[in-house]
Each structure stands twice: as structure tokens, then as C-alpha cells.
């Protein structure tokens, strides 16, 4: 049943979805929250020191002190190697004195590859309650955390939360101002297409009526039949004087005039 609850917890849609609307997975090292990492070390006598954000495959340091290479480089282990994953209860520290004698880490992989035998993490949660992860503290030898220990890095924690929560917010005011702003354009775009077409229709129309007044003027004949719909749509009043037939009487003919005219 552990296995399947954890398993759950990192996979879970909406922890993800939070864990991604940070922007901040693979990210360079950035100083704010370095300071803290390092003032972990320092306040709690740690070698090791992180800040983890556990994606579906990995776990990502978003800042990290004494973290031994290659992994300190690639600012990532596979989940294979992370207990941080386990910290998944929110208000709730992970204690391990020593992890070779553990139940459930005595075989991680993390033992061996990046020393770990002592860990102290503390759950970082979003406001709407999802963990992305940890502030950990790594001794590379078996070790007791006293009360003071937890309260520490419960208040480090709680920095690392309030970076992150800033960090979301100005990306999502960021992300609103574009959308804003990309609507605006579109709004834009769109008056000016609609002036371009009523200018054009307006252009249309003052050429038809143009058209028209010298068609009226014209000495020659000119009359327009529709064939689709069997019925005269424009004559001009030459067909009075040539022709001797008064426009209403072409009109009444319909299509009987065209043999008159051909």
C-alpha cells in the first residue's frame, strides 16, 4: 500500500500541474534560494543541504550545497535515489537517523551514490495544499534531529515557500499581461479589418452609383437581364428615344423585349 500511495502522490495530475506552474524545473542556480540552502548547512552543522521539486521521473535540485558529482552537475537523480518523494504529508518532517537500517530506505540507491545516512526533509506546500517537493538537510553519518533541528529548517522551508509563491505570481501576472495584451491586438486587428471592409463597400457603392449616373446619360441603350431570375435589373432612359418604349413598358415585358433588341 505504500508503494501505491506514493506512486499516486507523484503522479498526481493536479501536483504536477502546480509543480509546473512554477517555471521553475531546470532553471539555472539562483541566489535566493541558495542563501537559504547554504544558512541550512550552517544553522544545522549539515554537510548536505536542497532544495528538491519532485517531477514524475526525477527529482530536481533547485539549489543544492555539498550534493557529491556527478550529481551536483546534473542538479537531478532519478526518483531511484530521492527520499524527498516520500515527503509527501504536508506539516509533517521526515526523519531518518540512519537510513541503512531503515525499513523503507535501506536499499536506496542514495546510500551509496550520494552518502546519505541521515536526513531531515520538510514537505514545501503550495497554498492549495500540493507538495512539490523538499528543504532537506543530508549527514553522511547516523544522526539524531532534536526539536530545534525541525524548527529551523521548518522556518528555512517556509522562506524557500514564500520565493516560490512570488516566483508563481509574477509568472502568472507576467502570463496575464501577455494574454492581455495579445487581445488587445487581436482587438486591434479586427477594428481595422472592419474598417478596411466598410471602406471598401462604401468605395463599392459610390462606384456603383457613379456607374449608374453615367449609364442614365449614355446615348446607346443599355439594358441588364438576369437570366436567373428572368427579370430586368438596370435600364437606362436611352430606351425612350431609341428604341421608342418607355421604361415601365420594358419593365412590364420581361424577357419578351429581348428578342426586340438582338
Request: hydrophobic content about 35%; charged content about 30%.
Amino acid at each position: 500500500m505504500e508503494t501505491t500511495e506514493l506512486a499516486n502522490h507523484v503522479i498526481d495530475s493536479e501536483r504536477l500541474k502546480a509543480l509546473h506552474e512554477t517555471a521553475l524545473l531546470d532553471t539555472p542556480a539562483e541566489e535566493g534560494f541558495d542563501r537559504l540552502t547554504r544558512l541550512a548547512t550552517r544553522l544545522l552543522k549539515a554537510p548536505v543541504s536542497l532544495v528538491t521539486l519532485i517531477d514524475s521521473d526525477r527529482q530536481f535540485f533547485k539549489s543544492s550545497v555539498g550534493v557529491p558529482e556527478p550529481w551536483q552537475t546534473l542538479r537531478e537523480t532519478p526518483l531511484s535515489h530521492s527520499f524527498c518523494q516520500h515527503n509527501r504529508i504536508p506539516g509533517h518532517p521526515l526523519l531518518i537517523e540512519d537510513a541503512r537500517k531503515h525499513p523503507v530506505f535501506k536499499d536506496n540507491p542514495a546510500i551509496r551514490d550520494l552518502h546519505v545516512i541521515a536526513y531531515l526533509g520538510i514537505p514545501l506546500v503550495t497554498p492549495d495544499g500540493y507538495v512539490l517537493g523538499s528543504f532537506c538537510v543530508i549527514d553522511s553519518r547516523p544522526r539524531s534531529w532534536n526539536h530545534d533541528d525541525i524548527s529551523v529548517l521548518e522556518d528555512l522551508a517556509g522562506a524557500v515557500m514564500s520565493e516560490i509563491c512570488l516566483r508563481t505570481e509574477i509568472s502568472e501576472k507576467k502570463k496575464a499581461t501577455g494574454e492581455r495584451d495579445e487581445q488587445l491586438r487581436l482587438n486591434e486587428q479586427l477594428r481595422r479589418e472592419v474598417s478596411a471592409r466598410e471602406e471598401a463597400e462604401q468605395s463599392l457603392r459610390e462606384s456603383e452609383e457613379f456607374n449608374r449616373r453615367i449609364s442614365r446619360i449614355l446615348p446607346s441603350v443599355l439594358y441588364i437581364f438576369d437570366l436567373s431570375t428572368r427579370s430586368t435589373t438596370f435600364l437606362n432612359k436611352a430606351v425612350n428615344s431609341v428604341l421608342e418604349y418607355s421604361p415601365e413598358e420594358v419593365m412590364s415585358m420581361g424577357d419578351a423585349f429581348l428578342p426586340s433588341i438582338m
